[in-house]
């Protein structure tokens, strides 16, 4: 799981792990005030909440259960341990294991059922290692498991000690999607250090990292933002030199490669290890290094990012080993099957990653070029050079632009979409005259800019966050543009002149779909003020929802039960109750990264014309499945939920691109992310199931709430 702007809970451990003192084991809970800020108004408000809601927010959105749910990895590992148990065993000495980051306890639990003789488990994240506790007694291990609430780091050994003597086997897993982003380098070193016997076993015993040289101006869009042309291809707004220089953020792109489509990606190179990581003991590991190696380019084209995956060898011979690679580069997946990418395991808590070259680079079929693969104690950067383009230096790229500060990935990419921004500025351009005085609502967007170049008379522009300010005069001083002003709120005075109104229905703070209803919200504020007959842009817009059946997207959700033969019973109930505190029933997801099928007719829930604006509805309504009979058996795990803007005769759809029919896969965009509502049991659906919905909107106040479930629960 990963969201730009809210990091997953195994992150969450990482930097903010000071919070691991607060004693939540305490039983008087107490209400808190806590700051939020309103996505509709722009606010900050304060709220009363659960003493732990930020706690129970970052369980409930953990990515903990999808890596629970991960067989392949809690397979591997097993089998890892029960060789790396019966060697020790088979050299006559007792197996004294140390497992680091216990989580739930799962390897401990497994460490015993393969006859370890002492385990010792340490988990920095306090709450987790109480739930731990809990899983330990309910499976009858307790005695078996000592359990340290403490970051490996501080363990201490001696008679007095966590532990009274050095481990001979270490398990661990503290893996991200970068491989080494939660600190496994300091976390490995420190324990050959202090924790382990000379003599031991480490599960998994290395890793490699391998990286990929890429062509995809699909890609691209996520990191750098295009010149903004019209339907006839006439430039509109030039994008500023800096910002197509800048070297970019240095923060990874971490998503679902297998998803991307074929088309949309060209390989100049073989996949390259460029890491190799000894867990093991035999061999130091290093903080900080870089790499530079030749490799024989395969393909002509223009090299813009790297692809970047990892895998494990779980054991010293390199029997056992996880790979994380997307289908084209996976050692298991059937490539003369139809949907090769379905034939390998699917996860969550470790995708693929992309790094996007400071400096693109024009390569030749057949060349030999330098991948220069750099890596500190946390992260990973690239650089490519071949004889006429040396860097001066391989430093970790720096957002130097902006834009990269300001704007999440999928923001920019969303900026960067065409099809949408030119149904936008078709109508800017119908709309918008000589005698324009135009107002937008939306200065992450550059539709009043875009208003200033066709030839309106002066546009305002409200906007507040000085990043985005940043990159809006960068615009204006880069096309000459002289008619704009970017304002904090307009005045009276400049709401009696506007004439025509727009915004991109997609601001930066927004993550939700309806969170865009910030339009609504301000124009209902303005109305009074405002002229009568003025032209506002988009016209409405429209809520749908459907049922879906996903591929693999439920697993990050649902109930663990049974694991491995352990009982998780006592987890799922832990997630369960901070997903009733923080109430985060329904989240964002990229759903085009996320497969799933129609189950069910889209259906349209409400719609609001912003020229007829209430300040509160409310809404409910029932839906059948279908209209129709269905046949098949037709499970449903989740509903997709989704926004349409109607710019005129156009619509812009957030949700799906093509109109999806029963049983077929869904097209979802690819630049925004949809609203879902994974259900915790799936559900075999009839032409007799039944859908409702209730929303309430309040456009004085900016909330909005929605939800959505079956008639009937079963
Ligand atoms: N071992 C469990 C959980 C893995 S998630 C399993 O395989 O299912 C990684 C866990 O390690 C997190 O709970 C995190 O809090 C913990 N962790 C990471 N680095 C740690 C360290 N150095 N010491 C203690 N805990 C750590
Ligand atoms: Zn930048």
Same mark, same amino acid.
Request: hydrophobic fraction near 25%; charge should be negative; glycine fraction near 0%.
């Given at each position: 799981m990963r969201f730009d702007l809210i990091k997953g809970f195994r992150s969450y451990l990482l930097c903010k792990s000071f919070k691991s003192s607060r004693n939540y084991s305490s039983t008087i809970k107490m209400q808190v005030f806590t700051q939020k800020r309103n996505p509709i108004t722009g606010d900050t408000e304060w709220d009363v909440q659960h003493e732990d809601y930020d706690y129970h927010q970052e369980i409930a959105r953990s990515a903990f259960a999808d890596m629970l749910h991960d067989t392949e990895r809690n397979k591997k590992y097993y089998r890892a341990l029960q060789l790396a148990i019966q060697k020790v065993h088979n050299h006559g000495k007792k197996a004294n294991v140390l497992d680091i980051g216990t989580g739930t306890g799962l390897l401990s639990i497994m460490a015993a059922k393969c006859g370890a003789d002492t385990i010792t488990a340490c988990e920095a994240f306090k709450p987790m290692a109480e739930c731990c506790i809990k899983i330990l007694q309910m499976n009858g291990v307790a005695d078996k498991i000592t359990v340290i609430p403490k970051r490996s780091t501080e363990l201490t050994v001696g008679d007095d000690g966590d532990m009274k003597q050095k481990a001979n086997i270490l398990v661990t897993e503290v893996f991200d999607t970068e491989l080494i982003g939660e600190g496994a380098l300091s976390t490995f070193s420190h324990a050959h250090k202090y924790l382990l016997e000379e003599e031991c076993l480490v599960i998994p015993d290395s890793a490699v990292i391998y990286a990929q040289v890429i062509e995809s101006p699909l890609l691209q869009k996520w990191n750098k933002l295009n010149d903004l042309v019209d339907e006839d291809l006439q430039l509109i707004l030039r994008t500023p030199k800096k910002m197509k220089d800048c070297a970019g953020s240095a923060a990874v792109h971490d998503i679902q490669l297998s998803q991307v489509p074929r088309e949309a990606f060209k390989e100049l190179s073989d996949q390259i290890p460029i890491f190799y990581y000894d867990w093991s003991g035999h061999s130091s590991i290093d903080m900080k290094r870089t790499v530079q190696q030749l490799f024989t380019v395969t393909n002509t084209g223009k090299a813009q990012m790297i692809f970047m995956w990892w895998e494990l060898n779980m054991d010293p011979e390199g029997k056992i080993c996880l790979s994380c690679a997307p289908w084209w580069a996976h050692p298991d997946a059937n490539l003369s099957s139809e949907s090769p990418k379905d034939t390998i395991p699917w996860r969550d808590h470790w995708m693929q990653a992309v =790094? =996007? #070259?400071? +400096? !693109? #680079? &024009? *390569? !030749? %079929?057949?060349? !030999? *070029?330098? #991948? &220069?693969?750099?890596? /500190?104690? $946390?992260?990973?950067?690239? $650089? #490519?050079? /071949?004889? %006429?383009? %040396?860097? %001066?230096? =391989?430093? +970790?790229p720096v957002c130097e632009c902006g834009v990269h500060m300001a704007l999440s990935r999928t923001h920019v990419s969303y900026l960067n979409d065409g099809r949408r921004s030119k149904k936008l500025l078709q109508k800017v351009i119908e709309e918008v005259s000589k005698d324009s005085v135009v107002l937008d609502l939306n200065g992450s967007s550059f539709l009043g800019l875009a208003a200033a170049r066709v030839g309106a008379k002066s546009v305002y522009i409200i906007e507040n966050m000085s990043l985005n300010i940043g990159i809006l005069n960068d615009y204006i001083k880069e096309n000459g543009i002289e008619n704009v002003q970017i304002i904090s709120e307009p005045t009276d005075e400049i709401l009696e002149k506007v004439t025509n109104i727009v915004c991109d229905p997609n601001f930066s703070s927004a993550i939700l779909p309806w969170e865009n209803l910030k339009v609504a919200y301000l124009l209902y504020k303005y109305r009074n003020k405002l002229k009568d007959g003025i032209t506002v842009i988009p016209t409405s817009c429209e809520f749908w929802a459907m049922p879906v059946e996903f591929q693999d997207l439920h697993k990050i959700r649902i109930p663990l039960g049974i694991c491995e033969g352990i009982d998780m019973s006592i987890f799922d109930t832990l997630v369960e109750k901070s997903r009733m505190i923080s109430d985060s029933e329904i989240e964002a997801q990229p759903l085009w990264e996320y497969p799933c099928k129609c189950r069910g007719l889209p259906r349209k829930l409400f719609d609001i014309h912003l020229k007829d604006l209430k300040p509160t509805f409310a809404c409910d309504g029932k839906n059948p499945i279908v209209d129709s009979e269905i046949e098949g058996v037709n499970p449903v795990n989740g509903f997709a939920i989704w926004a349409v803007w109607v710019v005129g005769e156009n619509r812009i759809s957030s949700g799906p691109v093509d109109w999806p029919n029963f049983g077929d896969n869904v097209n979802w965009d690819l630049h925004t992310r949809q609203a879902v509502k994974i259900l915790k049991h799936s559900r075999t659906v009839t032409d007799s199931d039944v859908w409702y919905y209730q929303v309430a909107c309040d456009l004085e106040k900016g909330q909005f709430n929605l939800h959505i479930d079956w008639v009937n629960e079963e």
């Open positions: =790094y =996007y #070259l400071p +400096r !693109e #680079l &024009i *390569v !030749e %079929k057949h060349s !030999e *070029v330098s #991948l &220069i693969s750099c890596q /500190d104690e $946390y992260s990973l950067w690239f $650089y #490519l050079q /071949d004889e %006429k383009t %040396k860097h %001066k230096h =391989y430093q +970790r």
